[in-house]
Structure formats: structure tokens, C-alpha cells
């Protein structure tokens, strides 16, 4: 007959301790792992770690709507807390959220984020993500790759807009760095991130008429060699 080691007192904790982790709550598992702390939260949180659901998301000031999350296992053995989470419904979303000791980021990250008032009074009402890996290690930009789509509605100083401004994740001095521009590339946008969540955008407008100088002006735009150009500062 083969006898185990392990005393049955042993084999009943380490059977305890599997069952209760299996059953920790979401919510704790949030707290615990400080995904939190990085910017993400809900309204209600559902289920467990292994397979929960986060009621209207949000990260930081960006809206992710209502998601499906699970923690991965295997990250957790290498210091790193990954939160996979995945949406459906009109706005889609799927990729992960990392958060280590050192750093935080997220991986093949594609969704359709609401920004609201966020880039106020640039008129951007979303940002599309295709793929966006972006991490942060002690606060610098590490890694970016994909594309993003910024949609715009209405108008910037009397100026009608173009729909969207494109262009590829990079990172630049730290930073993470969004060099968008417009299909006929009149019109572009430079956004900068750094690893504390502050950003800056510099929206600029090449060779604009010059019957819509004076309304440029009054938004607030600053002419320069280039163009017309403004800024906006803020933090997710």
C-alpha cells in the first residue's frame, strides 16, 4: 500500500486554502493585487477572481462599460497581477491589465473607450484601440505598439473636422506617444502619456482659411509656422 507524506491534518489545509482561493471574491481580488489603485473600477463587481464581472468599468476617466474579468493564474507566480477582460454588446472590448511592483500596462488590448470631457474642448468622444500593448516600468514607457483612432464630432473653432485621426502607439522619452493624423493630414493630434497618467494633447490645424482665423484665435488656438495649435492638459 503507498502511504502519503503529507498528514491528513496537511492535505486538509492545502485543500481549505485551494477551495477559499478559488471562491475569493472579485472585488477582494481587485483591492489585493492593487488594480484599483491603478485606475480600475466599477460600480458593482460580480464573482469571483477566476471568473467575474465588472458593471460599468471604468479606467481612470475612460469608460469600458460592463466586462467580463478573470485574474490569470500563472502571472501571479512572477509577481504580476493580469486582469483579462473581454465585453460585448456595441462597444467590444478584449485584452489585459497588468500591474506589478515596478509597473503596469495592458496587452493586445482592442476596445472602443468612451473619453467623454476628457480632452475638452477638443471635441473627442473616443478612442479605438487595435491591438495596443503598452506597458510602464517605474514610470517609463517600456513598450507600445498598435493603433489608435481618435473619433471627433462637431467642430474646434468654427472648423468642421474630420471624422477620425490615426496613427501607430510609440514610445517616446518615457513616454507613451499617439501621433495621429487625418486622411488628408490637415488636421492631426499628438497625444503624450507618461507613467503617472497625466497626458497632453496638441491638436493642430495646417494651412487653415483664413476667414476662420479670428474664431481659432477666440477658441483659444495659437498660430505658429505651421498652423494653428492647441493644447489641452489633464489626467486619466
Not at 29 to 39: C, E, K, P, Q
Not at 136 to 142: A, N
Not at 153 to 158: D, E, I, N, R, V
Request: proline share 5%; charged share 20%.
Amino acid at each position: 500500500m503507498i502511504r502519503l507524506a503529507t498528514g491528513r491534518r496537511a492535505l486538509f489545509g492545502a485543500l481549505l486554502a485551494a477551495a477559499l482561493l478559488l471562491f475569493v471574491p472579485l472585488r477582494a481580488a481587485l483591492g489585493l493585487t492593487g488594480l484599483d489603485d491603478a485606475g480600475l473600477t466599477a460600480r458593482q463587481v460580480e464573482g469571483s477572481l477566476w471568473g467575474g464581472r465588472l458593471v460599468e468599468a471604468r479606467f481612470g476617466a475612460v469608460a469600458l462599460g460592463d466586462v467580463g474579468a478573470r485574474l490569470a493564474f500563472w502571472p501571479l507566480l512572477l509577481g504580476r497581477a493580469r486582469l483579462e477582460l473581454a465585453g460585448g454588446g456595441e462597444r467590444p472590448l478584449h485584452g489585459a491589465v497588468t500591474v506589478s511592483r515596478h509597473g503596469m500596462g495592458i496587452d493586445g488590448m482592442t476596445a472602443s473607450l468612451l473619453t467623454g470631457q476628457l480632452f475638452a474642448p477638443l471635441p473627442v468622444t473616443a478612442l479605438d484601440l487595435d491591438a495596443a500593448t503598452v506597458r510602464f516600468r517605474d514610470g517609463q514607457c517600456e513598450r507600445a505598439e498598435g493603433r489608435v483612432r481618435a473619433t471627433l464630432a462637431g467642430a474646434a473653432g468654427g472648423v468642421t473636422l474630420p471624422p477620425t485621426l490615426s496613427g501607430p502607439a510609440r514610445c517616446d522619452a518615457g513616454a507613451l506617444l499617439l501621433p495621429l493624423t487625418s486622411q488628408a493630414g490637415t488636421e492631426a493630434a499628438t497625444l503624450r502619456v507618461t507613467g503617472d497618467g497625466r497626458y497632453r494633447v496638441e491638436f493642430a490645424l495646417r494651412n487653415p482659411d483664413p476667414a476662420t482665423v479670428p474664431k481659432l484665435e477666440a477658441a483659444g488656438f495659437i498660430g505658429g509656422a505651421d498652423g494653428y495649435r492647441l493644447g489641452v492638459e489633464g489626467r486619466f
